[in-house]
């Protein structure tokens, strides 16, 4: 039986099976820290440098272990890249019969069920929505999965796809007349039997919420659980303790009660009319949020607005409309599903009007067409807690960015990990060599009315020396939108934006662009690998500290300075560390590759809690000067 140290050795097993390897001590020490814990059945927290290869490092003392292990990624991307890249390469290094299974969330798999009731009510559809149907049925019959990831003929955004995928709510369970067909069903089962399961964040947030429930459950029990890029949790399972309803659900039950009408009723022509009222409700109320994307505080829109008037005229409809479903619920399990969902709703929707508990925020989210009204809490780590104490696990959290200058203390009080040990282990890569960190100081404070100007000449300068080659992170959408068409005439370089297309769409173009230059927010901030000289500049317009009128930090905050703390310090800062490490985090991706991070906002110089966030960046070497920006780009790497 080969131990850690056999398989990551510099003459040790992966040497021989990957091409160019190089052995990297700080991965040994995470893969052997990993096994210890695992065999010990202990909490472990580890954060592992750029480059220090942590896929690898988690995975060989896993399967090692000989327990059913869990591993939790990111993005349903990285599942698959875990298990079309990776481990294929640790099965044949390792040389072990393990049977291992992705699972996503049941939006990731085609629901023939609904895909057949697509078909019926194919006299509705636009010309496209047939077009996309058609592809969908020829490939239902080739497909093993029911992964409509494998379904590239289509538009990932194509609407069809809700109409062939099934949600919590208008899923039929065992009562679906297909149910022994069903992909979803079948890729639990898959899971329930697999030594290895590779999952998401979002998907095991909901398994702890349906077994909180008693709903049962979508994963199975493991020894233990692996959450890679774990620095997404405490926002994630804030989202997912939370309770949700939105405009989407709602206008869904009622093209679902037309579909069940027609298929098990027929004889309510009084319906559609209540439909049609129903329909115009959610859309009024829809419109007082304003025409924006934005983040409300549900209270002040409740108080200035007329949004208890509309919500009073909403419940009439409700009330309505589940009297129609209750006198016939007994024909038929669609519409049996549907008066059970309205129910729900309503249920919901009058709960949430009237709490006014204080350890509950309540806010609205302004998206496109759509609203969602949402119950958070104020503190996760208890709730997240108890939740994962059902699983009986050992448990790993890792990724590049979790630690405040290696203090871990602003992730273990979001999560209740105060008692976990942990570890840092740093790049293995050389930054003194291969960067610069370039703080220009003479650029005006970000709130300065000269500093749009002073930043776009600045960025035009410093794409002009590394010849594009460039991300531009924004911490805002805004800024985004007024700096796009500054810089495109501007810059003679090609320039790829963010929303453009989707991301991997964007990333591929700019890796066979020349000279190319990409802008982009949020999602660019992490999870972007580009190596190579394609990227050698990374620009930051501001220390990406959170909005404060977003009404969830708003209350968290609030809170905290109620319990007699510093929320500035306590929070925000390191917050924004964390954000700003992964961030920089986009430069190095090789041993080879070489560049310039520069971050716009001298606050990191002149405040005291820049020093902070400087201690929790790579040791790359500090410059003022755009000349010695100029020096690095004519020196050969």
Known sequence: MKTVSDVFAEDGALSNMIEGFQYRAEQEEMANSIATA????????????????????????ALLSNKKTIVSTGTRHLQDQLKQKDLPVVLDTLNLPVTSSVLKGRANYLCLNRMNTAIHDSGNLTYQQMTDLHEVVNWSTQTRTGDINELSMIEEN?????????????????????????????????????????TNHHLLLADMGLRESGFGEVLPLADCIIFDEAHQLPELASTYFSRTISSRQLLELATDVKIADREEAGDMPELNEVLTHYEKQVRDIRLLFGRQDRRINWQEMWANSDLSKEMAAY??????????????TERGKLLENCFERLKVFYDFLEGYIETDKEEHIRWVEVRGLHFFLNQTPINIAQTFQQHLRSYNSSNIFTSASLAVNQDFSHFDKQLGLEDCDNRVWDSPFNYQQQTRLYLPLDLPEPNHPDFFTAFIERTCELIRLSEGHTFILFTSHAALNRATPKLRSLI????????????????????????????????????VDVKGEALSSVIIDKLPFASPDDPVLQARLNYMSKQGGNPFMEHQVPQAAISLKQGVGRLIRDVND????????????????????????PPMPVVHELESIEQFFQKPG
């Open 158 to 198: 194509t609407s069809i796809r809700g109409m062939i995928t099934s949600t919590t709510e208008n899923c039929l369970g065992q009562s679906c007349p297909d149910y022994e067909s069903c992909f979803v069903f079948k890729n639990r089962k898959a899971a329930m039997e697999a030594d290895l399961v590779i």
């Open 492 to 527: 003679e370089f090609p320039i790829l934006v963010q929303g453009d297309g989707p991301r991997s769409e964007l990333l591929n173009q700019f890796r066979q662009t020349q000279h190319a230059v990409l802008l982009g927010t949020s999602s660019f901030w992490e999870g």
């Open 594 to 617: 070489r560049g310039v991070c520069t971050i716009c906002d001298k606050r990191i110089v002149k405040k005291t809690y820049g020093r902070r966030l400087l201690k929790s960046l």
């Open 38 to 61: 695992i065999a010990e059945g202990k909490d472990l927290i580890c954060e592992a440098g750029t480059g220090t290869g942590k896929t690898m490092a988690y995975l060989v003392p």
């Open 315 to 328: 419940f009439q409809i409700m009330q309505t409309l589940l009297d129609m479903l209750n006198a016939v």
